[in-house]
T-cell receptor, first 116, second 113 residues
Framework: GAGVSQTPSNKVTEKGKYVELRCDPI?????LYWYRQSLGQGPEFLIY????????DSGLPNDRFFAVRPEGSVSTLKIQRTERGDSAVYLC??????????????FGPGTRLTVL | AQSVTQLGSHVSVSEGALVLLRCNYS??????LFWYVQYPNQGLQLLLK??????LVKGINGFEAEFKKSETSFHLTKPSAHMSDAAEYFC???????????FGPGTSLSVIP
């Protein structure tokens, strides 16, 4: 079956511009996560959705970052006034969203954002 | 707060040799522990997961890891390295099955023919 997909795969923008990154989770998965991976580092948590609501947004670095999931499926990560330090690979993951130990996060291929 | 350390940012092994990638964690509650692998230009793939059942966890591609509470470790091993094992490996921890995952910095594995 289809996995987690992310678009675009690559995004190059100029400092100060606005960008949107899209995540399509696995069908039926109620939990959705965004992570950011800088070069040479492990992924860093940004935000977690359970259904349409953000259950944990403690990882968003500042108010330039915002994410939505209006219908509980597709999610969009929005970055305003981009800075060169925002350059990274943005990863999306989804899981069934149960409280059992078998719940596992499945990751998409990521969107590589480059801010010039 | 939870955290993960991975000793050795880069490990090289000969083809057919033992692979040992080290991971130590800190957690205030019994953790869920993971190993993920990231092949070049691919997404993160779950290798194996510890969920407080058996302390020795077997994963895909012949990898396994042992949870040792006394050492707060979750080292990843494979008896015989294959060229296709060359990748970046991440150890990770979470408090519950649906919580955010805290990743270590990663270990890059090279396999020498």
């Amino acid at each position: 079956g289809a996995g987690v997909s992310q678009t675009p795969s690559n995004k190059v923008t100029e400092k100060g511009k606005y960008v949107e990154l899209r995540c399509d989770p696995i069908s039926g998965h109620t939990a959705l996560y965004w992570y950011r991976q800088s070069l040479g580092q492990g992924p860093e948590f940004l935000i977690y959705f359970q259904g349409t609501g953000a259950a944990d947004d403690s990882g968003l670095p500042n108010d330039r970052f915002f994410a939505v999931r209006p219908e509980g499926s597709v999610s969009t990560l929005k970055i305003q006034r981009t800075e060169r330090g925002d350059s990274a690979v943005y990863l999306c993951a989804s899981s069934v969203g149960t409280t059992t130990s078998t719940d596992t996060q499945y990751f998409g291929p990521g969107t590589r954002l480059t801010v010039l | 707060a939870q955290s993960v350390t991975q000793l050795g940012s880069h490990v090289s092994v000969s083809e057919g040799a033992l692979v040992l990638l080290r991971c130590n964690y800190s957690s205030s509650v019994p953790p869920y522990l993971f190993w993920y692998v990231q092949y070049p230009n691919q997404g993160l793939q779950l290798l194996l997961k510890y969920t407080s059942a058996a302390t020795l966890v077997k994963g895909i591609n012949g990898f396994e890891a042992e949870f040792k509470k006394s050492e707060t470790s979750f080292h990843l091993t494979k008896p015989s390295a294959h060229m296709s094992d060359a990748a970046e490996y991440f150890c990770a921890v979470t408090k519950t099955s649906y919580d955010k995952v805290i990743f270590g910095p990663g270990t890059s594995l090279s396999v020498i023919p």
